[in-house]
């Protein structure tokens, strides 16, 4: 068996990789690398250079540490480097190999790509890395004070503490290809529709834009309320972040409106929690 055809049936196995169609994989494999780290290697750097890679270990095993202490161990057939993949930050854990261990390594502009065009792929990665945030409780942060620093944010901030604004929307006879033009405009995934009261009639994604537009070959010169999701989820202004963490993992959702006196006034995304969660070393642990 060739070199590639090891690689397509091992990735076809793994999440996030298996929810990827036969042409997408290939894409994958055709660029992935071949890394091998021997026992004690120190992968990943706290506080050094981010990942240039999205992690899938094939044999053996890593370790996640800070100093001497020990938050998770990966191994064969699970991923790391999920949030360095996301956002090209620094690293802010030491990943040590624990064994001899051979990993494919994804580019982190083929990881890129696929978050922008699979909506599966990015839907696994996005809830995987929230819903393990979610299993470190706050009790378990103060057992953990040289750690919990930034990881209390989670816990602490409220809904438009973070929310960006101001809010990109339109109104519901605006063409879908002016609220396309919107999107790309302000480097945003979606657009609140607004009611003539100013209220959220609906709401057009990147997923909508696929699914609805560009799939079902529907003329782009339609109105955006013949294509927009409605009706709108939305908290308010107040709500703990974690909370809304929550409820975006319970809808299986990547956006929520966040209002004031009712108004929509903000958007978090999903992408925007792993990147608020990332500046965790407990949350990057969970990856």
């Known amino acids: ?17 298996r929810y990827l169609d036969e042409e997408a994989l290939a894409r994958v494999v ?3 690398e071949i890394h091998f780290f021997p026992k004690g290697t120190r992968i990943l750097q706290r506080d050094g250079p981010p990942a240039r890679y999205l992690y899938v270990v094939e044999k053996g095993g890593v370790k996640k540490a800070v100093g001497d202490v020990t938050l998770e161990v990966v191994g064969e057939g699970e ?8 956002e090209g930050d620094r690293s802010r854990l030491d990943v ?3 064994e001899d261990t051979v990993c494919y390594a994804i580019p982190r502009d083929v990881v890129e790509s696929l978050l922008e065009t699979q909506p599966k792929f990015a839907r696994f990665l996005y809830e995987f890395s929230i819903r ?11 057992r953990a004070p040289a750690l ?21 929307t339109c109104r519901p006879e605006t063409t ?4 396309a033009q919107l999107m790309t405009h302000h480097r945003v995934s979606s657009v609140v529709v607004l009611n003539p009261d100013g209220l959220a009639a609906g709401i057009l994604t990147d997923w909508d834009l696929r699914e609805r537009v560009v799939a079902a070959g529907r003329d782009i010169r339609q109105p955006v309320a013949k294509v927009m999701t409605s009706p709108v989820i939305s908290v308010d202004s107040d709500t703990p972040v974690y909370e809304v963490v929550a409820e975006m993992v319970r809808r299986g959702i990547h956006h929520m409106v966040v209002t004031e006196a009712g108004r929509p006034a903000g958007m978090i995304t999903g992408h925007d929690l792993v990147l ?3 500046t965790s070393a407990l949350f990057v642990a969970r990856d």
């Open 276 to 278: 608020l969660q990332g």
């Open 96 to 98: 040590i190999a624990i």
């Open 176 to 179: 879908i290809q002016e609220a």
């Open 1 to 17: 068996m060739s070199a590639q055809a090891v690689a397509t049936a091992f990735l076809s196995q793994v999440p996030p990789f």
């Open 132 to 142: 393990r945030y979610l299993d470190w409780s706050l009790e378990e942060l103060e």
């Open 79 to 86: 991923i790391f480097g999920v949030l360095s993949a996301l």
């Open 30 to 32: 055709a660029r992935a």
């Open 148 to 168: 919990a620093g930034s990881g209390r944010l989670i816990f602490t901030a409220r809904a438009g503490e973070v929310a960006h604004r101001p809010l990109v």
